[in-house]
């Protein structure tokens, strides 16, 4: 079943495709991009909801979803570009008032108490997708490097279903969304066709450079959780034998209880030991 909040994302977005297309002729292939966009983000953000047993958007998600709608009239544009001019202004236009409400569904979130979960994936989703559009619209101009770029995110998201360790909780980081800022500014700089071609390809090799550090640095981070988790996995399977020793076989309350206690002294003074713990924990009372 399709949420409300979604529904009327998909209706703005056809409002938004069909004003496009009565001022500047949108055309069938920028009308298939911008339609089907708006299928998959209706779909996909109605199963979020779901798994998330959320029955309405918050005030920031409202905001998330507008830059959303915004993001798939740069996509429609972007696609119609490949066999028409299109009106760069208007497509820069669009572009950054989503990279301004951007600045925008963060503070909401704080501010009315309704951040979650939910509202960051979404949130980060549209960001990168955002990026990736600009990066197909500037590629024509300055090299298919650029779409680099766009395919960081996406490349790291299929790294991460081939190394498991990729898959751990990063800590927050206010630079990441600030990277994330950067590359869609870059990007609609660089397209505006406002500044000199090289002073284009300087900026755009500056976005990828704090991208790769960024992403980097997570990489980095993660491999070192990893390395962690294995060096005490001798301590979790000591645990997971105390568990089962001191605790009475009929009583899984007991037996959660005696694990973390076992655990306790240490699990300041190894990261991730906290989680071990638990898992110590669970094993015991199967």
Not at 51 to 63: E, H, I, Q
Not at 101 to 112: C, P, Q, Y
Not at 221 to 241: A, G, I
Request: hydrophobic letters at 55%; one cysteine or more.
């Amino acid at each position: 079943m399709v949420r409300r909040g979604p529904l009327v994302g998909l209706i703005s977005q056809f409002v938004l495709l069909a004003a496009l297309s009565a001022a500047f002729r949108l055309g069938l292939v920028g009308w298939l991009a911008g339609s089907g966009y708006g299928l998959a983000l209706c779909g996909v953000l109605s199963r979020g909801m779901r798994r998330s047993d959320r029955r309405f958007l918050g005030p920031a998600d409202v905001v998330t979803l507008t830059r959303a709608v915004l993001v798939g009239g740069v996509l429609a544009l972007t696609a119609a570009s490949f066999g028409r001019q299109v009106p760069i202004a208007v497509m820069i236009t669009l572009a950054g008032v989503a990279l301004a409400f951007d600045a925008v569904d963060g503070k909401v979130a704080r501010r009315t108490a309704t951040a979650s979960a939910f509202g960051a994936r979404f949130d980060m989703e549209i960001d990168a997708f955002m990026i990736l559009t600009l990066s197909v619209f500037v590629a024509p101009a300055y090299g298919a490097w650029v779409l680099t770029i766009g395919a960081m995110r996406y490349t790291f998201v299929v790294a991460s279903w081939l190394l498991p360790w990729l898959r751990s909780p990063l800590p927050q980081r206010y630079w990441r969304k600030a990277v994330a800022a950067a590359q869609g500014i870059a990007l609609a700089l660089a397209g505006s066709g406002l500044v000199p071609h090289v002073i284009g390809i300087a900026v755009l090799f500056a976005a990828l450079a704090l991208l790769v550090e960024s992403f980097g640095r997570d990489v980095v981070w993660s491999w070192q959780s990893r390395t962690s988790l294995h060096r005490v996995e001798p301590l979790r399977l000591y645990r997971v034998r105390a568990a089962r020793d001191v605790a009475a076989p009929h009583d899984r309350d007991v037996h959660l209880s005696s694990a973390q206690q076992a655990g306790h002294g240490d699990a300041r003074s190894h990261p991730g030991d906290q989680t071990l713990v638990r898992r110590a924990a669970g094993a015991g009372t199967r």
